[in-house]
């Protein structure tokens, strides 16, 4: 089991910075991908950036390439989602997601999901 917990989200301007974080716990190792997920109201789920913990690999949506970052921090065994130059359009519930393949994860079936935390970005 792998629990996931969320934190980080919180309402800017547009143009401004968040950061998420996804704390892993339970029987997480270097094989695991983490991701990130997001849901607008009326919107279906879209994945938005994965990061393999093995290799460092990472993959971004393109409506986002270029201005977010995710990372790991392997002592913290935590994921961040660095988010510059939010755009309204970010406005969404944002959700961490785990498993043992990035390919499963990507196409929205991971074992593992945390609770969500919201992002409201205002123009």
């Known amino acids: 089991q792998v629990q996931l917990v969320e934190s980080g989200g919180g309402s800017v301007q547009a143009g401004g910075s968040l950061r998420l974080s996804c704390a892993a716990s339970?029987?997480?190792?270097?094989?695991?991908?983490m991701g990130w997920f997001r849901q607008a109201p009326g919107k279906e789920r879209e994945g938005v950036a994965r990061?393999?913990?093995?290799?460092?690999?990472?993959y971004y949506a393109d409506s986002v390439k270029g201005r977010f970052t995710i990372t790991h921090d392997y002592a913290k065994n935590t994921v961040y989602l660095q988010m510059n130059s939010l755009k309204p359009e970010d406005t969404a519930m944002y959700y961490c997601?785990?498993?043992?393949?990035?390919?499963?994860?990507?196409?929205?079936?991971?074992?593992?999901w945390g609770q969500g935390t919201q992002v409201t970005v205002s123009s």
């Open positions: 990061i393999w913990i093995r290799s460092g690999y990472t």
């Open positions: 339970g029987d997480t190792d270097s094989n695991i991908c």
């Open positions: 997601a785990a498993h043992w393949g990035c390919e499963r994860l990507w196409a929205g079936y991971p074992n593992y």
